[in-house]
């Protein structure tokens, strides 16, 4: 039954109610053991002691059946090995990390002198978020659509056909679903924003992450794993480098909720059924993955150690379940090709040596041993030789596309590790042939390729990075004593602003990375504009790298960023690498006619952000203070 009488924002939305029922697999694990009365979770740990003396037998439990006893918790000493002292047991057995909850204890405590459950008041508020409606059904399928389409093979961390059950029932996580639709809301078509009743994505997924965070912040789902989850799912979206609640914030809650249900240890000899224990290993991964893009990418400290987990190394096997989906699954859960589980599992190959560079080049411990650049670079050859033909083959439409995001990650990870470090490069004649820069225009081909292609829309939830990398290495490159060089460099620059600022029309870290990186060249014509052509390294003085507070001489307001394009007939779907239709210079070092110029505003955009953001955004991806000197506006 629809509601058209409701409003979100003070805006009307067609949304379909949906009556509260709690994650099946809480409702189940529940259902099966029905008593009168529960006791509070106070009592769990005198139960678990009672367990202690006949552990379980079985190798079938569900996930959210089982409690964690880490090896040095005290508890896990008193229950496992001072009760039943007269036996043999081994507190360090994977069959012992992972012990079953007792079915008479329940998830809230009852000693604390009032009621822990929801109250009718925190019910309004989330009634008043809208926590409780889904949008109509058309609507919810094409957003679970597009994050089946685009998030999932990169990151799998549901088991496809028991959420499809969920889904279709009604029962899924409120939770889980917010999130989906805010990151959904982010990739998916233009029409299904309109459909939706949204006047924009902006408000989109800040109307479901609104009701994914007042959901969270009242407790409301209690399963452990759905909120594993659905907060991993919300480290993608953060709304500024000043956001307090950033993707660290929202990835370190989920791995520290993956730590407490004991996902981060062996589940080969647990007590876990097998298909759990197949989703617990790819969610993990993600995770780890994840973690060490996001420290590396904004500078932040690595949440997982290497020595704090011993999960196997993913293989096909643990898709096992999504190859062998039901054919009655709709079609708009998608479904997971090989290509999908090779790129998962030679992605977090690559991620354990991008944590090893980690290490490497940003040492917290300098006694700390560490790998050399050489040893890394070794390692990340011999990544890329063992990749499988089904990872080399750019003809097959779907699996190419894996394999260049592939080629992505790995042509940034090179740039980290080599990338100069102080300003005595400029002068390097061999600055162009270097491993960094060979990689940025590695990395300038793919996106002319996702450009030709109109893959964007699919790759921008990691495709961000590998921009930003790229343009560092040619802002360093407009600045080298080469002529040449520099207009190579100045027009490959303007292909990936192109791309940024197609990606900025839906992902907002676009829209910074754009504006910090106009700002960085508009800075760099005004400090050699002044200077005699011998010293100049970025000639032209009629080029100029545009304003964003640009006006016209009536006084009007600036174009948006691809308006002009569009109205002088170039866009991202006809645009062509202009690298590729230059003419050669002539001997006198001449650079007329090397690149066509595009339009002369086509980097304006819209002043959305304070330009004083700009001079942390070095810091914020991880940059040194120094990479970029006198080039931020202060």
Not at 168 to 182: M, W
Not at 193 to 216: C, D, H, P, Q, T
Not at 262 to 281: E, I
Request: aromatic letters at 10%.
């Amino acid at each position: 039954m629809y509601d058209f009488s409701k409003q979100v924002d003070g805006r009307p939305l067609r949304i379909e109610r949906l009556d509260f029922v709690p994650s099946p697999f809480t409702a189940q694990f529940r259902n099966s053991h029905k008593l009168s009365h529960k006791e509070g979770s106070e009592n769990l740990y005198a139960r678990l002691s009672e367990l202690a003396l006949s552990p379980p037998q079985g190798r079938n439990l569900q996930g959210i059946q089982t409690l964690y006893l880490g090896e040095s918790w005290l508890l896990t000493y008193v229950v496992q090995k001072v009760i039943n002292a007269e036996t043999e047991s081994d507190s360090s057995s994977p069959a012992t990390l992972q012990v079953p909850l007792p079915p008479s204890v329940g998830d809230k405590p009852e000693n604390l002198g009032y009621e822990t459950r929801l109250d009718p008041e925190e019910i309004e508020i989330l009634n008043i978020r809208g926590a409780f409606i889904l949008p109509e059904k058309e609507v919810s399928d094409r957003l679970i659509q597009t994050f089946f389409e685009c998030v999932y093979p990169a990151f799998p961390i549901f088991d496809r056909e028991e959420f499809a059950q969920l889904y279709e029932s009604g029962q899924q996580s409120l939770l889980i679903l917010n999130s989906i639709y805010a990151m959904a809301s982010t990739l998916c078509e233009d029409d299904v924003i309109a459909k939706a009743g949204f006047e924009s994505r902006n408000v989109a997924r800040k109307v479901f992450l609104k009701r994914a965070k007042a959901l969270y912040d009242a407790d409301h789902e209690t399963n452990k794993i759905c909120l594993v989850q659905a907060v991993f799912l919300l480290s993608f979206l953060w709304n500024g480098s000043t956001d307090e609640k950033d993707m660290a914030y929202w990835l370190s809650i989920a791995i520290g909720n993956a730590q407490g249900k004991g996902m981060h240890r062996s589940t080969t000899n647990s007590t876990l059924r097998p298909r759990d224990r197949r989703l617990w290993k790819r969610i993990w991964w993600s995770l780890y993955v994840r973690d060490r893009h996001c420290s590396v990418n904004i500078g932040r400290p690595m949440r997982i150690r290497d020595d704090d987990y011993d999960v196997e190394p993913l293989e096909e096997l643990d898709f096992e379940d999504d190859f062998s989906q039901s054919a009655s699954v709709s079609t708009i859960y998608g479904r997971t090709r090989r290509i999908h589980a090779l790129y998962v599992i030679y992605m977090s190959k690559l991620s354990m040596i991008f944590g090893d560079i980690n290490l490497t080049k940003f040492p917290t411990c300098k006694a700390r041993p560490t790998l050399s650049c050489e040893e890394l670079s070794s390692q990340l050859m011999k990544w890329r030789q063992q990749l499988p033909p089904e990872l080399q083959n750019w003809e097959d439409e779907e699996g190419s596309f894996w394999a260049r995001m592939l080629e992505l990650t790995y042509n940034q990870h090179l740039i980290v590790l080599h990338r100069p470090e102080n300003s005595k490069m400029l002068d390097d004649k061999k600055l162009a042939q270097s491993t960094a820069f060979m990689a940025a225009k590695n990395i300038t081909s793919l996106c002319d390729d996702f450009l030709a292609l109109g893959l964007l829309r699919k790759s921008q939830l990691q495709i961000c990075p590998s921009l930003f990398s790229a343009l560092s290495m040619y802002v360093l490159m407009v600045q080298h004593s080469d002529q040449i060089q520099r207009k190579l460099a100045e027009h490959k620059s303007r292909l990936l602003l192109l791309a940024c600022g197609e990606i900025a029309k839906t992902w907002p870290a676009c829209g910074w990375i754009l504006r910090l990186f106009e700002t960085i060249f508009k800075n760099l014509e005004e400090k050699y504009s002044g200077q005699g052509t011998g010293d100049q390294p970025v000639q032209g003085a009629s080029r100029q790298w545009p304003s964003s507070a640009h006006t016209d001489v009536a006084g009007n307001p600036p174009e948006t960023p691809f308006e002009e394009l569009q109205r002088s007939g170039v866009s991202s779907e006809s645009y062509q690498d202009p690298v590729s239709l230059g003419t050669a210079s002539g001997r006198d070092g001449s650079t007329a006619n090397i690149m066509p110029e595009l339009p002369a505003q086509f980097l304006n955009i819209p002043d959305l952000f304070d330009t004083d953001l700009l001079s942390g955004l070095s810091q914020d991806f991880g940059l040194g203070q120094n990479f970029y000197p006198d080039l931020i506006e202060s």
